[in-house]
């Protein structure tokens, strides 16, 4: 199966750690998006890449988070300096250019737990 | 993008038809409607989108209101593995970000 891939699949850290999580999105998929979930919510948007350019960010990424996707492939997201309210599923999805709606697939997710 | 409005939950019975609704009554004219799940512990799927018209595949089925301020998603004979959080999304064509509200958790009861 070729669908997104996300690790890890949870994470446990300390407050004030870094992490960094990492997404493979589907073969050829020019976009790839991520969105964080908490408990009982749906996700919510936090950026969108195309190729590797960075091209719109939420002001939910505080200056804390990075997101990169080098050569435009796989993507990752480091949180600095984590705080327990960074406690929250983080979704990666990607899509292609290709057709008119623009289907998002979307990764298993990673958990974050930030004691 | 426009303001949906679900139920935060529904019932139905395995087998039966499972009707979720949805209200948007904002949207404007060159947007359109989506469906996702998420089923536990995954991450969400698309389901199936429409503009005006009633649309099926394998999935779902869709029915729009003419005045496009409501739609149906319908899930003709429900099985257990269809319990999840169905979501309704208004988004415009090309844009990139989805903007998921609460959703409705489906459960399927045998």
């Known amino acids: 199966d070729t669908g997104v891939s996300q690790n890890p699949r949870h994470k446990i850290t300390k407050r004030g750690q870094n992490v960094t999580f990492r997404c493979d999105p589907i073969s050829e998929h020019n976009r790839l998006y991520w969105y964080r979930q908490t408990l009982g919510q749906g996700p919510e948007f936090l950026t969108y890449?195309?190729?590797?350019?960075?091209?719109?960010k939420s002001r939910l990424l505080s200056d804390r988070f990075s997101a990169e996707r080098p050569k435009g492939s796989f993507s990752t997201l480091e949180i600095q300096r984590t705080e327990q309210g960074d406690s929250a599923m983080y979704l990666c999805a990607s899509s292609s250019r290709e057709g008119s709606y623009n289907e998002q697939f979307f990764g298993p997710g990673t958990r974050l737990t930030v004691l | 993008d426009a303001k949906t409005t679900q139920p935060p939950s529904m019932d139905c019975a395995e087998g039966r038809a499972a009707n979720l609704p949805c209200n948007h009554s904002?949207?404007?004219?060159?947007?359109?409607v989506y469906w996702y799940r998420q089923i536990h512990s995954q991450g969400p799927q698309y389901i199936i989108h429409?503009?005006?018209n009633n649309e099926t595949n394998e999935m779902a089925s869709l029915i729009i209101t003419e005045d496009r301020k409501s739609s149906t998603l319908i899930l003709p004979h429900a099985t257990l593995r269809d319990t999840a959080v169905y979501y309704c999304i208004v988004r415009y064509q090309g844009a990139q970000k989805l903007v998921f509200g609460q959703g409705t958790r489906l459960t399927i009861n045998p």
């Open positions: 904002t949207i404007s004219g060159n947007e359109y």
């Open positions: 429409g503009l005006k």
């Open positions: 890449f195309q190729n590797e350019a960075q091209l719109e």
